[in-house]
Structures are given as structure tokens and as C-alpha cells.
């Protein structure tokens, strides 16, 4: 029922009333639709579920929601976000060991990648990182893992896909649960990260202007895709994740962040506490999954 269907059959019942009364009402009638719609036209619809309920309007997913134009930009935050006690100064200190659970080198995909001498710096700086968290924490010794994994084919785990060059940065495994892991290591501090459409934006909370707007990959939901299809054959639990690793300006706030594909973006602290709960993997186990990953290395 629309704003002025209500209108009309709320005044429709007000026959019995004399006219003056009549009048009265009417005018608080339209009064109030007359707020309904300027109140709304001004108030984020999550936030006034009357619009909803009256107009029939759906509420957006966060994928649905189109880039706002914002007036400025800038380079980086303008101050810390969330310090974790994993920032890039504090790892500098910890060193990184090749361990016998360990498959292929953390950033050794980028080395043949398109991406600029920047980028590839930290992007690797990023994986390096999260392979020495994983250590300092004692969880690498839960699973085997996997570093630099090129996709696999649709039909066979452990051929290639052919002319395909992006990687997938880190596969844990326990013996149950596949964990595929994208890393990014973008700027951080002070910022909000929001999807808008195929788009991320990062934006700094003290000024608003935007500080990080950039295109998301594809590559996660393929992988996801692919590993779901030849796991669930296997009895195995696909979990997909892309991780913020955090910069010397600590953890940016994640506002329900998605990929493509809906894999969540989280926080390195996040993901931390998630395999946390995973059980150890045993010693004695035996995989076709872990012989055909491994053949997937770059």
C-alpha cells in the first residue's frame, strides 16, 4: 500500500465525524506523510525502516551500493589505526624459518607478476609477514601450508590452469578444513574500508576524504569456486578469506567488507582468532590433497 493509498482510505473511514474534526485530522495526516518523505529523503533507509515498510523498497546489500563522489583525497591516513603487535617494525625482529609443514616460499609468485617494483615489494613484504605471524603464534604447526599456489584446473586438482598467472598467496591445511588466504597489504591507520559495487574504498575517519579506491579481483571467488568443487569430493571444508595484514599505522576498520564471490575481508587479528579454533592436524595423515597442491606450487 503506498503513502497516499493509506492517505485516502485513513480519511474514507472518517465519514462519521463531522467536518470540521475531518478537517483537522486531514491536516495532521498530511503533515506527518509530508515528514515521512522529506525525513527520508535525507535519513539512510537502514535507518528508517517506516520507508521500507510504506514504499516497498528492499534494503541494499553493501555490493549493491554505488561509489559516492567524495571532494578530496589524500595520500594516507592522518593518524594510527588499531595497533595489533604484528605491524611490519615489530616483525622485522622476528625471523622467518623454513619449517617441514611448509610447501614453497611465501611472495614467490609475484616475482613473475605484472605488478610494479612497489607493489610487488609489498606484497611480498605482506606474505613474508603473515608467514612469520603464523609462527611467532605456534599456529603454523597446525596445518601443512601452502605458499604461491597456482590455480588449479576445473577438472583436475593437481594440473595448472593453463595461461592463467595470478596465484593464490596461502593454503592451510588440517585434514578437514581448506583455508584459502588472499593477502593484502594496503594502507591502513585511521581508515574505514566499505565495498561500493565492484569497487573498494578506503576512507580516513577524521576527514573523509578517500585514501584507497581501487578494483576487487576476481581471482578469489575462481579459487573458491574451483577448490569447493574438487574438495567437496574429498570431504573437505572450503573457508575462503582475504586478509588485511597491517602497516606501521596499525589495522584499518573493516565496514562488512566482501570480495567478489561474498569472501569476507578481515583483519589479520580476525583470522588469527578464527584458525585458532582449528584442531592440529595429524601427524599421520595421509591426503591426495596434499600431493596434489603441491604440484600447484610456483
Known amino acids: 500500500m503506498t503513502l497516499w493509498r493509506l492517505f485516502i482510505l485513513t480519511f474514507i473511514t472518517m465519514g462519521e465525524l463531522q467536518f470540521e474534526v475531518k478537517i483537522i485530522l486531514s ?89 610494479s617494483d612497489k607493489a610487488i615489494k ?34 583436475i586438482l593437481a594440473q595448472r590452469m593453463v595461461n592463467f598467472e595470478s596465484d593464490i598467496d596461502c593454503i592451510l591445511f ?31 575517519l577524521d576527514t573523509g576524504s578517500t585514501v584507497v579506491d581501487r578494483e576487487m579481483s576476481q581471482n578469489m571467488k575462481m579459487a573458491d569456486e574451483i577448490f569447493r568443487n574438487h574438495c567437496n569430493k574429498l570431504g573437505y571444508i572450503v573457508k575462503s578469506r582475504v586478509v588485511f595484514m597491517p602497516t606501521n599505522l596499525g589495522a584499518a576498520k573493516l565496514n562488512k567488507v566482501y570480495w567478489p564471490g561474498r569472501i569476507p575481508a578481515v583483519n589479520l587479528t580476525d583470522f588469527l582468532q578464527e584458525i585458532s579454533n582449528e584442531p592440529q592436524i595429524p601427524a599421520d595423515l595421509k591426503s591426495s590433497f596434499i600431493s596434489d597442491v603441491y604440484k600447484l606450487l610456483k
Open 174 to 204: 588440517n585434514g578437514r578444513t581448506v583455508w584459502l588466504v588472499d593477502l593484502k597489504n594496503y594502507k591502513s591507520g585511521n581508515l574505514e574500508y566499505r565495498n561500493y559495487g565492484s569497487r573498494l574504498r578506503g576512507v580516513d
Open 122 to 155: 609489498l606484497g611480498t613484504e605482506g606474505e613474508l609477514n603473515f608467514a612469520k605471524v603464523l609462527q611467532w603464534t605456534g599456529l603454523i604447526t597446525r596445518f601443512k601450508s601452502f605458499w604461491s599456489v597456482g590455480m588449479p584446473s576445473r577438472n
Open 27 to 115: 491536516i495532521i495526516i498530511s503533515l506527518f506523510v509530508s515528514g515521512v518523505i522529506v525525513y527520508g529523503a535525507n535519513t539512510d533507509i537502514k535507518t528508517f525502516p517506516i520507508i521500507k515498510l510504506l514504499t516497498k523498497h528492499e534494503i541494499f546489500s553493501p555490493l549493491e551500493l554505488k561509489a559516492p563522489q567524495t571532494k578530496t583525497t589524500q595520500k594516507q591516513a592522518t593518524r594510527a589505526g588499531a595497533i595489533t603487535g604484528f605491524e611490519p617494525r615489530t616483525l622485522e625482529k622476528v625471523p622467518y624459518i623454513k619449517m617441514e609443514c611448509m610447501y614453497g616460499d611465501p611472495g614467490f609468485g609475484l616475482n613473475n607478476s605484472n605488478f
